[in-house]
C-alpha cells in the first residue's frame, strides 16, 4: 500500500529546521522519497493525506520500558496464563502515545518475544517491541531485589514459576561463577532469541539502595563481548558512580539511568568519558514542579538522592553526551496506585508529573529535559536518532530518510518551539500505515477503570480508622489501611 503526506512541515531529524514545500511518499511499510509533491512517482491507487498546518516528525522511541512492570502478587495471579494480553495492552498505550517503538529492557521473555513477533507480523496492533528479556544477574519479582515479600506469602510453586518466567538462567546464582562461566550461560540466553542484552553493574536496591557492584570489572567486560560477538547491543543497570564508570569502560553501547548515583554526583571525568567513548545516556529526570512535590513527601534519602541526580542531568546535558529519551514505562493497575507505597513515591506522582507512566510519561521527560537546558532540536533527537543509534537500528529508524521504515507522528503544533508541543497528537503513522488511535488499547485490562464498589464495601466499617483517632501507644497499631 503506498501512503502520500502533503501540506505538513517536515522535521525529519536530519535538518536543523523544519522543511516545507515537501510531501512524504510511503509503500510497503518504507519511505520512497521527500520531495516537491508533483515530482514523486506516486501510484495511481496511492492514499493522499492532507496535513497542512500540521507537523511531521520520526515516530518517538524510548529505549527503556517495562511493558510488564505490574508485578503485583495479585496482579500475577490474576493475569496467569494472560501475560501475553498485559504487554498487548502496554504496547498499544505507548503506540497511542506517538511511541512507534520502544525497548522493554526487563520482562518475561517467552510473553514479551510471542508479542513482539505478532505485532511485527502485523497480526495485531501495537508499539514495535525490542526486549532483553531478564537483568543478567537479577533475581525474579518474589525476590529480593523486588518484592521479597511474596516468598513468605505465596506458596513456593507459584512462587518459583513466576521468578523461573522472568529469570531462567540468568539469575543472582551467576555472581558466584567466573567471567567465562557468565559467558557461557549468557551465551544461552542470547541464542533464545532476545534483542538486546541488560545486565546488572549494581544491585537494584533492595539490599543498599543500589550502592553495591553486582558483578566484576572482568564479568561486566565478558558479559558485554559476548552481547557483541552475536551482534547484538549491550547496556547496563547502573546506580552509583563506580557502576557507571565500570559499564563504561566494559564497553556498553548505552547504560541506564545514568544520572541514577545515590548522593554523590558523577565525577567530571565521569562525563567525560561518557561523551569520548560515544556511550548512550540514558537519563530519568523529573520536572521541577515533580522534584518539589516529591520532596514533601519522600525520605530524606531518597530526596538526597533525587537532588544529586538532577545534577547529573544538567551536567550530562552540559557534556555532550549522546542522550536518549526513557522513564522504565510502564501500566500499574488503578488500585495499585492507591497503595501508600506508590503514593510516597516518584510513581505517585500527579498525572502531569509521573515520569514512569508509559501513556505520558515521555511528555514529562521531554518538559523537563527542557527545562534543564536542552535546546528543542537535542529533545527531537534524544526522542528519535539517539536511541536509534544506541541500539544500532538506525539505518531502519530514528529520522525520515528514503528508504527507512515509515514511523511518523503527526502533531498540531511546531515541536520545535516547545516540549509542550509533543501532546499535540494528531495522528500517528507506523510502517507506512495510519493508526486508528481511537481503537486502542483494543482490550482495557490493567487501563480499565476500577468497577464500582460492592453493596458490602458501602457498609463497611474499617477497626483502626473509623470515627475519632485512637489513643494508644503507636508501637502497638499495627493497621496497614
Known amino acids: 500500500m503506498s501512503?502520500?503526506?502533503?501540506?505538513?512541515?517536515?522535521?525529519?531529524?536530519?535538518?536543523?529546521?523544519?522543511?516545507?514545500?515537501?510531501?512524504?511518499?510511503?509503500n510497503n511499510g518504507r519511505i520512497v522519497a521527500i520531495g516537491q509533491p508533483d515530482e514523486l512517482p506516486v501510484p495511481a491507487d496511492a492514499e493522499v493525506i492532507d496535513f497542512s498546518g500540521k507537523f511531521i516528525i520520526p515516530g518517538l522511541m524510548n529505549a527503556n520500558v517495562h511493558l510488564l512492570i505490574n508485578i503485583f502478587l495479585e496482579t500475577l495471579v490474576r493475569y496467569e496464563g494472560r501475560y501475553e494480553d498485559l504487554i498487548v495492552e502496554a504496547a498499544q498505550v505507548a503506540l497511542k502515545g506517538g511511541l512507534t517503538t520502544v525497548f522493554d529492557t526487563w520482562g518475561p521473555r517467552r510473553a514479551l518475544m510471542t508479542v513482539r513477533d505478532k505485532i511485527d507480523r502485523g497480526e495485531i496492533a501495537g508499539s514495535r517491541i525490542r526486549c532483553a528479556g531478564n537483568i543478567i544477574g537479577f533475581d525474579g519479582p518474589f525476590s529480593g531485589d523486588f518484592d521479597g515479600r511474596i516468598a513468605e506469602i505465596g506458596s513456593s510453586h507459584f512462587v518459583d514459576r513466576v521468578n523461573a518466567t522472568w529469570v531462567e538462567n540468568t539469575g543472582r546464582h551467576l555472581m558466584w561463577m567466573t567471567p567465562e562461566g557468565v559467558g557461557e550461560e549468557v551465551r544461552r540466553y542470547i541464542e533464545r532469541g532476545i534483542d538486546f542484552v541488560k545486565y546488572a553493574s549494581n544491585e537494584h536496591g533492595a539490599t543498599a539502595a543500589g550502592a553495591f557492584i553486582q558483578f566484576s570489572e572482568r564479568t561486566q567486560r565478558v558479559i558485554v563481548e559476548e552481547a557483541h560477538r552475536a551482534g547484538l547491543t549491550a547496556q547496563s543497570h547502573s546506580s552509583s558512580v563506580e557502576g557507571l564508570r565500570m559499564s563504561i569502560e566494559a564497553g556498553c553501547d548505552l547504560v541506564q539511568h545514568c544520572n541514577m548515583t545515590g548522593p554523590t554526583e558523577i565525577p567530571d571525568e565521569t562525563l567525560e568519558l561518557f561523551a569520548r567513548e560515544n556511550c548512550g545516556a540514558v537519563v530519568f529526570p523529573l520536572t521541577n514542579n515533580g522534584l518539589e512535590t516529591l520532596k514533601a513527601s519522600c525520605s530524606d534519602l531518597e530526596w538526597t538522592m533525587w537532588k544529586a541526580s538532577d545534577t547529573n542531568t544538567r551536567n550530562l546535558i552540559d557534556s555532550g553526551a549522546k542522550i536518549l529519551l526513557a522513564n522504565d514505562g510502564g501500566i500499574f493497575a488503578p488500585e495499585i496506585l492507591q497503595e501508600p507505597m506508590i503514593k510516597g513515591t516518584w510513581n505517585g506522582l500527579p498525572e502531569d508529573e509521573a515520569l514512569g507512566r508509559l501513556a505520558t510519561g515521555h511528555f514529562v521527560w521531554l518538559r523537563a529535559m527542557e527545562e534543564k537546558g536542552m535546546s528543542p532540536l537535542e529533545l527531537l533527537h534524544a526522542a528519535t536518532r539517539n536511541v536509534a543509534q544506541a541500539y544500532k537500528v538506525d539505518d531502519d529508524l530514528g529520522t525520515l530518510e528514503a528508504g527507512k521504515i515509515a514511523d511518523m507522528v503527526v502533531l498540531d503544533e511546531d515541536p520545535l518551539q516547545g516540549a509542550k508541543s509533543y501532546q499535540s497528537i494528531h495522528a500517528v503513522i507506523k510502517d507506512g500505515a495510519l493508526v486508528n488511535l481511537d481503537a486502542l488499547p483494543e482490550q482495557p485490562l490493567l487501563t480499565a477503570e476500577l468497577p464500582a464498589p460492592l453493596e458490602e464495601e458501602v457498609h463497611y466499617k474499617r477497626f483502626l480508622h473509623h470515627g475519632a483517632r485512637l489513643p494508644g501507644c503507636p508501637s502497638s497499631m499495627h493497621g496497614r489501611h
Do not use: M, N
Open 3 to 26: 501512503l502520500l503526506l502533503t501540506g505538513a512541515t517536515i522535521i525529519d531529524g536530519v535538518s536543523d529546521k523544519g522543511i516545507d514545500g515537501r510531501a512524504v511518499l510511503a
